[in-house]
């Protein structure tokens, strides 16, 4: 089902069983667009007012909360969820069964590994100087391993990675990587414990 009120552009393939509410931009064009096809997959619930720009390929199964904005050139996995006024940036790479909440912010060359979960109001970076001359040149996000936990609230620095299973408690600042199946936290935050469960 796609509502009256959804813009749907050129050369975007839905998969079957999508519903996409009402207000939603799909496919929108990006400086540089040349056509890049966006693709949908089944079964997939873009709630009202989410925009997903042109050039994504997402797999099945996939649904946003409200206002979600997600750019261009990602690629996105089998059932992903991306939580209400969430930002994805572009050149993302989301695998699947990943759970992204509310509020939180990816940005480009970001990963996101199969099954992590990012927790309300968290943010990713990507710019070690921003506003530097050559600072588009030196990007570098952060690298989200399976199954990793990322509290509410939490900043987690360009380039940083995060292990696979491992935990990150609320709030905390994530300046270095952080040892797969380790609980960490704090500003910074430091490894505390292994994973209990």
Same mark, same amino acid.
């Given at each position: !089902? ?6 749907? @552009? ?7 069983? &999508? ?25 997939? !619930?873009?709630?009202? !007012? ?16 409200? /206002?979600?904005?997600? +750019? ?6 089998? +059932? ?9 940036? @572009? ?14 912010? &990816? ?5 996101? +590994? ?13 710019? +070690?100087?921003?506003? @530097? ?19 509410? @609230?939490?900043? &987690?620095?360009?380039? &940083? /990675? ?19 199946? !380790? ?15």
């Amino acid at each position: !089902m796609i509502a009256a009120t959804a813009i749907i @552009h050129p050369n975007v393939r839905l998969g079957r069983n &999508v519903v996409i509410e009402d207000y939603c931009i799909i496919g929108a064009p990006f400086a540089g667009y040349t056509g890049e096809e966006t693709v949908i997959g089944d079964d997939a !619930m873009i709630r009202s !007012m989410t925009v997903i720009y042109a050039g994504n390929r997402i797999g099945r199964g996939f649904q946003t909360g409200n /206002k979600a904005n997600i +750019r261009e050139l990602n690629v996105i996995g089998d +059932r992903v969820s991306i939580g209400t006024l969430t930002v994805v940036e @572009h050149h993302v790479q989301i695998e699947d069964g990943v759970r992204i909440h509310s509020q939180a912010f &990816v940005p480009e060359y970001s990963i996101l +590994r199969a099954g992590c979960w990012i927790g309300p109001g968290t943010v990713l970076t990507n710019a +070690r100087f921003p506003l @530097h001359p050559l600072a588009k040149q030196q990007l570098s996000g952060a690298t989200i391993e399976s199954n990793a936990k990322i509290g509410a @609230h939490c900043t &987690v620095l360009p380039g &940083v /990675k995060v292990g696979a299973n491992a935990l990150v408690g609320a709030g905390s600042l994530v300046s270095k990587d952080v040892p797969s199946g !380790m609980v960490a936290y704090g500003h910074p935050a430091e490894p505390q414990r292994p994973i209990d469960y």
